[in-house]
Structures are given as structure tokens and as C-alpha cells.
């Protein structure tokens, strides 16, 4: 209000403006309470009408039969998703096996170990692997790694192959193991990245304590860090198993698309997002279509399960962290 304003002219001003910002709140709100609700009935209208396509496979095999199922022949319209569930959990796995090692290994290097100057461009270079795209890492993968790790797959399933079976011959180049490879690279990113987040919430009080009786910075990340990050490590893995069984193109081009179920992590085979890549655009016999639709239900099943698992997860580590400050 200025010198020369009367009272009542600037109160009704002042009336008019909270009036103003009001309104604009209240539809900002109502705007992104719609937007919000559209993408939910868009989720619900996508899983009830696949769901609803579900229910002639399962009509016609049973809901175990079709998931324990384990031949997959259209021709004959015979139809079993164990192969690519089976081929699913043990690429997932395999990268796993290989992915957290390595990803934390980079969280540590960066939070712990770098000069500051070096933190901020390793740490960029890193997440910037998520960004390439994954048909990139296919083609890569194909062409590249494959004829890379081939001689290296021929003499593990020559040296040892006999008495493991899981890592006997043939090896045909394509296979399990490759798939996984490639996924563990594209989910290194993700694990880095939330567990460098982790790392770096570690309670200063802590550090200088071990440091202060004398620790290392080894005995830091033994006693304080790698501890009281454990949890929140724990949901970084299973974000990025998320990432991983969800995964098509890159594991399409160098799973060796077979529907059999394997021993051996060197031979080819399938999984259930590399299947539907695959064969939906020719499915054209009785109940393919509809049984390529299942495995997709099938999968996203497992994706929401896994997800979920990963944000209670995480949500519980926040705010333990938020009680710990």
C-alpha cells in the first residue's frame, strides 16, 4: 500500500490478487489432477484389454499349464511360457552377477576415492551410458562383442564344461550369457547412480569417527558405509532387475532366439520381451497372437512386482535416513 492509497482500496486490492493467485493455484491443481488421472485410465484400459485377451489361452491351457509349459510350437498351436521365463530370470541374473559388483565399485570410486575435480566427470560419463540407446547396444553387442566373447565361451565349456554343466558347449556365439552381458552394461548406470546417491548420505560423525581411531578410507567404506548403505543398495539391485527383465531389443540381437530351455548359459534361447519382439509382427496362427499377448501380461506382472519391491525399498531407506538426521 502506498502513502496516498486509501485502506479500504488497498485492502480489496490485496483481496483481489490472493483471488487471483487462488484461482490459478486451483487449476494448476485441477489441470494436473486430470493429466494425472488420464495417464492412469490409459495404464487401466491397457491392462484390462490385455488381460482380457488373455482369457482364450487360459481357457484353452490353464493358467499353470501355460506358464509351466515348456514347448512352444505355433505351427501346432502349442504354447508354454516357461522358456522365456526360464531364459528371463537367468539373463536378469547374469547381469546381475555382473552389473553390482561393477556398479558399486564405480559408486565407491566416485564418492570415496576421486579428487573432487575427477567426481563430477566420472560420474556424468557413467550416466550418460543410460542415454545410448538400447538398439545402439544391440547392434554393438551383435557385432561387436559377440565374435569378441566367442572364443572366450568356447574355452570355459572346453576347460570346464564336462563337469559344470551350466557352462557347457556348444557355444554358438549368441546365447544367454551374451544377453546378459550386454544388460548388465546397460543397467550399471542405473545401480551407480542410486547407490552413489546412497553412499553420499552417509553421516559425517561416522566417518571422522573411524577415521579418527585410526582407520583408512577402505576401513570407511567397511564399517560405515557399505553397512548403513546396505539397504539402499538392496533397491538399487532390484531397480535395476526391473530394467533388466524388461529389456528387448539388445537381448533380441544376441540371445540366439531359441524356445528351448538350456542348461548352459552358453547356448541360445529366449526371454519373454525378446519372443514378442520377435514373433508378433508374423504371429498368424490359431491363438499366437493371444498367446504373445499373455507373455506380455505375464511380464508385466513380474516388472510391477519388482518395481514395487524396489520403491518400498527405497521409501524405507529414506526415511530411516531422515530419522537418522
Known amino acids: 500500500m502506498t502513502a496516498d492509497q486509501p485502506p479500504a482500496l488497498a485492502s480489496a486490492a490485496d483481496r483481489l490478487g490472493r483471488r487471483g493467485r487462488l484461482n490459478g493455484d486451483t487449476v494448476f491443481r485441477w489441470a494436473s489432477a486430470l493429466v494425472a488421472a488420464a495417464a492412469l485410465g490409459i495404464v487401466a484400459v491397457m491392462i484390462s484389454e490385455s488381460v482380457a485377451t488373455t482369457v482364450p489361452v487360459f481357457r484353452q491351457f490353464g493358467i499353470a499349464g501355460f506358464i509351466t509349459g515348456t514347448r512352444w510350437a505355433p ?74 566373447i566367442r572364443p572366450l565361451q568356447a574355452a570355459v565349456a572346453g576347460a570346464v564344461g564336462g563337469s559344470i554343466p551350466v557352462l557347457a558347449g556348444p557355444t554358438p556365439g549368441p546365447s544367454y550369457f551374451a544377453a546378459g552381458l550386454i544388460v548388465a552394461i546397460m543397467i550399471i548406470p542405473i545401480i551407480a547412480a542410486v547407490t552413489r546417491e546412497v553412499f553420499a548420505l552417509t553421516p559425517r560423525l561416522q566417518r571422522e569417527a573411524v577415521l579418527a581411531l585410526g582407520g583408512t578410507r577402505w576401513d570407511v567404506v567397511r564399517q560405515v558405509v557399505l553397512p548403513m548403505g546396505r539397504t539402499g543398495l538392496l533397491a538399487a539391485v532390484i531397480l535395476g532387475l526391473g530394467r533388466a527383465i524388461g529389456e528387448t531389443i539388445a537381448v533380441t540381437l544376441v540371445i540366439g532366439n531359441s524356445p528351448k530351455i538350456a542348461a548352459s548359459i552358453f547356448a541360445p534361447g529366449f526371454t519373454l520381451a525378446s519372443v514378442i519382439a520377435n514373433e508378433f509382427n508374423e504371429a498368424t496362427e490359431d491363438l499366437h497372437p493371444e498367446s504373445l499377448i499373455t507373455l506380455g501380461v505375464v511380464l508385466l506382472a513380474i516388472a510391477i512386482l519388482v518395481n514395487g519391491v524396489g520403491l518400498w525399498l527405497r521409501k524405507r531407506f529414506e526415511a530411516g535416513a531422515g530419522r537418522g538426521r
Open 75 to 148: 505351427s501346432f498351436a502349442i504354447y508354454g511360457a516357461l522358456p522365456f521365463i526360464y531364459g528371463t530370470v537367468l539373463t536378469s541374473v547374469i547381469a546381475l552377477v555382473i552389473a553390482v559388483p561393477l556398479a558399486v565399485g564405480v559408486a565407491l570410486l566416485v564418492s570415496e576415492f576421486l579428487p573432487a575435480r575427477l567426481r563430477t566427470p566420472v560420474a556424468v560419463t557413467v550416466d550418460m551410458l543410460a542415454a545410448v540407446p538400447s538398439v545402439v547396444w544391440g547392434l554393438w553387442g551383435l557385432l561387436v562383442m559377440v565374435p569378441a
